[in-house]
């Protein structure tokens, strides 16, 4: 049974930063895209940084790149999202997903149709 479990989130002021993390088990190979995604309330979720697994290639949207850090550690099976400046905008729930690297990451990580595995959320809050 596939599983994704994200931990790490909670409040934080403006400016400063919070680490996420996702554990994925059932997956017997390592052939498999992580993404990070987001949904904050009366919103679409938006997809923000994707890893490939086999290979650690990454992704990142236009509204993190440079702010954000995706890895990964397939022993592991673990994938982390390093959030820096985080700003009040950056309030949402984080989700983390997994799919099969069937696309090129940029088309995978901007459609969350391609990730047949959530995990459950963690809330992530960005006030003073």
């Known amino acids: 049974q596939v599983q994704l479990v994200e931990s790490g989130g909670g409040l934080v002021q403006p400016g400063g930063s919070l680490t996420l993390s996702c554990v994925r088990s059932g997956f017997t190979l390592d052939y498999v895209v992580i993404g990070w995604f987001r949904q904050a309330p009366g919103k679409e979720r938006e997809g923000l940084s994707c890893?490939?697994?086999?290979?650690?290639?990454?992704y990142y949207s236009d509204s993190v790149k440079g702010r954000f850090a995706i890895t990964g550690d397939n022993v592991k099976a673990t994938a982390y999202l390093q959030m820096n400046d985080l700003k009040p905008e950056d309030t949402a729930t984080y989700y983390c997903?997994?799919?099969?690297?069937?696309?090129?990451?940029?088309?995978?990580?901007?459609?969350?149709?391609?990730?047949?595995?959530w995990g459950q959320g963690t809330q992530v809050t960005v006030s003073s």
């Open positions: 997903a997994a799919g099969t690297p069937v696309t090129t990451l940029d088309t995978m990580c901007t459609n969350r149709a391609y990730f047949g595995s």
């Open positions: 890893i490939s697994a086999s290979d650690g290639s990454t």
